[in-house]
């Protein structure tokens, strides 16, 4: 229940504005794959290319192609809520819908698309979802509480279970913990590492021991400067871009000498 | 430790000197009252003159007295507080003034039996000139009056609550302030300014012109008012969508969710609140209108439960045509007496639906807690 995507020859625009460019890069199945670099550098911009949600803003635009298993993502014909489906998202700040209880956000991707559901069948993949995102023994005894009622890191683990009721191929954080205090932030981590045996999951990060505490590869990207476009400068892995790394500012940014 | 500890200064403490004393305020207003008083006496007493003139000693005084004792910067915020409560009282003088009127002269017409639950129907200057002239009890009511604007207002709601909620969601949703939005909001604007009589006249010869000449309805009156509603409609509404965070949005997209559905099930859920509160004080704002309702839907002595046929009474153009023609031109006092009972029942109506719509927003409102 996880595929691989491959990027080629990316270039994401604002309208006119070049805002990433020729971004290549290969993210493996069933692994974590961090982004990190300074803020304003594309990261987030092209970790919302991956499941069509920067299109959303008016006037941005893509070229290039994204692949997931060798299908095209902006192929022609291709359902931008279709390709949604596939590739669930975490945001940076935790986003439970205010007017549905806990069980009701946990199946909102059932529900908002009008699927038939049982009851049982509903029971089940609350629970389930809710199990794989270590939120289940806080919150089995308040399903029908609202979902706003619960603390910033309860919510964000209730953003992935959401995320995780829909069955995505693959799994978004764009940086889920920023918003987080460190233990919040550990139980997310400690999700992400379980979640890599089903998903594959690509996460947006500032924080670089973050990347490197759950990370598999990393991608570095930078920003020659105001105006111009992020760019990938390095993608290795996790162990090399920290340790050991190809490219000057890579080594500059992951040891804090950065600017 | 060899510290000594100073002991508690049990009268005065520093800190608290040159203070004004807590009764101050007390006193001062008192001796505004009392001077404010004799100076009226001296030039012919009248309440309204005594309120003024106290309010500027009191004013004064206050300010004077804090100058004196805690320095310039205290007097200033006392000046400050002084006309800032005093225009709030100032501003709730009228509204003061208007429910207390209506209040005393409505509810000898609102206790008046069969006032609510009967017509104009057969009622005719003999029977007021007997009221008057014999004592006898006043009869007539507001029945069909109370009914048409019921009937009028919620038409023209289930006219204006579609049209608007949904231009709302297309500027806020699909307009991204282009050409055709800004046109929307534009025109949009320029109704809110439109004076009633306006859209009254509007309806009227858009259906003489429709239906044919003299076609004076109740559903003709609905058409007026929903123009005069609209704008206030799509105004609040689109004020309520735009506050509904972008993040909600995104979240129901990146669970593969259509657009139209996540506008359906979470962003409209998210603003039902402020939605429905903007729409009944929309329904409050309009039903008090008379003039297009006079030239749109007549008016009627009888009951009418057809909108679509007949003219139709409704209360503010009963108000209107009681004071302006009694029903004996001889004795008005009767014809009076209903107006200020359906002027009392109008106000009722509005306030109700004030509080409705704050139980609105309550009931609807985001569930928190845990």
Known sequence: MSKRIDVKDLNVYYGDFLAVEDVSINIEAKSVTAFIGPSGCGKSTFLRTLNRMHEVLPGARVEGEVLMDGDNLYGPGVDPVTVRSQIGMVFQRPNPFPTMSIRDNVLAGVKLNNKKISKGEADVLVERSLQSANLWNEVKDRLEKPGSGLSGGQQQRLCIARAIAVEPQVILMDEPCSALDPISTLAIEDLINDLKDQYTVVIVTHNMQQAARVSEKTAFFNIAGTGKPGKLIEYGNTQTIFNNPNVKATEDYVSGRFG | ?370
Not at chain 2, 185 to 214: E, H, K, N, Q, R
């Open chain 2, 1 to 370: 430790m060899s510290s000594t500890l100073t002991p508690v200064r049990s009268k005065r403490s520093a800190l608290t000197k040159g203070q004004l004393p807590k009764y101050a305020p007390y006193v001062v207003l008192g001796l505004a009252l009392i001077v404010g008083a004799a100076i009226l006496a001296l030039i012919g007493f009248n309440a309204f003159g005594w309120g003024i003139v106290s309010a500027i000693l009191f004013a004064a005084g206050l300010v004077g007295w804090s100058a004196a004792v805690e320095g310039s910067r205290k007097a200033k915020d006392k000046l400050a507080t002084c006309l800032v409560v005093g225009s709030f009282l100032i501003a709730l003088l009228p509204l003061i003034s208007v429910i207390w009127t209506v209040l005393v002269n409505g509810v000898p017409g609102l206790i008046a039996p069969g006032f609510l639950t009967s017509s104009m129907n057969g009622v005719t200057g003999v029977y007021d000139n007997k009221a008057v002239e014999e004592g006898a009890p006043v009869i007539g009511g507001i029945y069909h009056a109370l009914l048409g604007t019921i009937q009028i207002t919620l038409v023209a709601t289930l006219i204006s609550v579609p049209v608007g909620l949904l231009s709302a969601i297309y500027l806020v949703e699909y307009g991204h302030d282009g050409r055709l939005a800004r046109a929307i909001t534009f025109f949009v604007d320029v109704m809110t300014g439109i004076p009633s009589i306006v859209a009254g006249l509007f309806a009227a010869a858009f259906f003489f012109a429709v239906v044919g000449p003299g076609t004076k309805t109740g559903a003709v009156a609905a058409v007026a008012l929903s123009v005069l509603m609209i704008p206030v409609v799509v105004r609040s509404s689109e004020e309520m969508l735009k506050i509904v965070p972008n993040e909600l949005r995104e979240a129901a997209y990146a669970l593969g969710v259509r657009k139209w559905r996540t506008i359906l099930k979470v962003v409209i859920p998210t603003a039902i609140s402020g939605i429905a509160s903007g729409v009944t004080l929309a329904i409050a704002r309009v039903i008090g209108e008379t003039a297009p309702i006079l030239v749109t839907a007549g008016f009627a002595t009888s009951i009418n439960n057809n909108v679509f046929g007949g003219w139709m009474a409704s209360l503010p153009t009963f108000i209107y045509t009681q004071i302006l023609n009694p029903t004996s031109p001889a004795n008005p006092d009767p014809s009076s007496q209903r107006a200020w009972g359906a002027a009392l029942v109008l106000i009722i109506l509005v306030m109700v639906l004030n509080l409705g719509a704050r139980l609105v927003a309550r009931t609807f409102a985001p569930k928190t807690g845990r």
